[in-house]
């Protein structure tokens, strides 16, 4: 079973909301990531879990938070969100040695109102 | 600088057709290449993978090539069918477990009926 669950599918928020965007999956991978997908684009990493501790945040405003309470659970936290933060969330998760295949969710469709 | 470069943009062929996506890169130190499939509104989907010590790799329709003295690979996607219509991204990353996906900006293939 290689499944990334996500969820909402889609969420929309106004910019005074505290919303927050779940990720779980079940193939024992100890290595989970939250990419932002705008349109047309490609994905654009945002975090890396490793071990349930962050290992890469790439220069993301504050507004987004992460959490990853267990090696298979992944929270993006969002609060005071603005309109060109509307995109695609995706969540991937791969096995941090061995191999290299990371596998994606379907994405939580966030529009900021 | 780390970048993959891939072309073209779009691509159409006919039902039954080959598509070919080339991809090219810099840093010498990336080891994992994967290619990505991604629909309209869903999370991209890994298809196929190559790492540097083979030259071909085939699953089914779709093959990569890689040419490790010009560091180039490429999809190849045999007998061409209209559900094969998505954006392709190619990627690469280095040896390290969690480590960093670098996109190609992708490329929409249409395949007509």
């Known amino acids: 079973d290689t499944e990334v669950t996500q969820t909402p599918k889609h969420l929309v928020m106004g910019m005074t909301n505290k919303k927050s965007l779940k990720c779980e999956q079940h193939?024992?991978?100890?290595?989970m990531y939250w990419y932002k997908q705008k349109a047309k684009k490609p994905p654009e990493l945002m975090f890396v879990?490793?071990?349930?501790?962050?290992?890469i945040n790439e220069s993301v405003p504050s507004r987004f938070s992460p959490e990853c309470p267990n090696s298979s659970l992944l929270n993006l936290h969002l609060h005071a969100l603005q309109p060109e933060d509307s995109a695609l969330y995706l969540c991937a998760s791969s096995q941090v040695q061995g191999t290299y295949e990371q596998y994606f969710g379907p994405g939580t469709r966030l529009t900021v109102t | 600088q780390q970048q993959v470069k891939q072309s073209p943009q779009s691509l159409i062929v006919q039902k039954g057709g080959i598509s070919i996506i080339n991809c090219a890169y810099e840093n010498t130190a990336f080891d994992y290449f994967p290619w990505y499939q991604q629909f309209p509104g869903k999370g991209p989907a890994l298809l196929i993978a190559?790492?540097?010590?083979?030259s071909e790799k085939k699953e089914g329709r779709f093959t990569i090539s890689f040419n490790k003295s010009a560091k180039q690979f490429s999809l190849h996607i045999m007998d061409s069918q209209p559900g094969d219509s998505a954006t392709y991204f190619c990627?690469?990353?280095?040896?390290?477990?969690?480590?960093?996906?670098?996109f190609g900006k992708g490329m929409k293939l249409t395949v007509n009926p």
């Open positions: 990627a690469a990353s280095t040896q390290g477990g969690s480590e960093k996906l670098v």
């Open positions: 193939m024992g991978h100890r290595a």
């Open positions: 879990y490793s071990y349930e501790k962050l290992s």
């Open positions: 190559i790492r540097p010590d083979v």
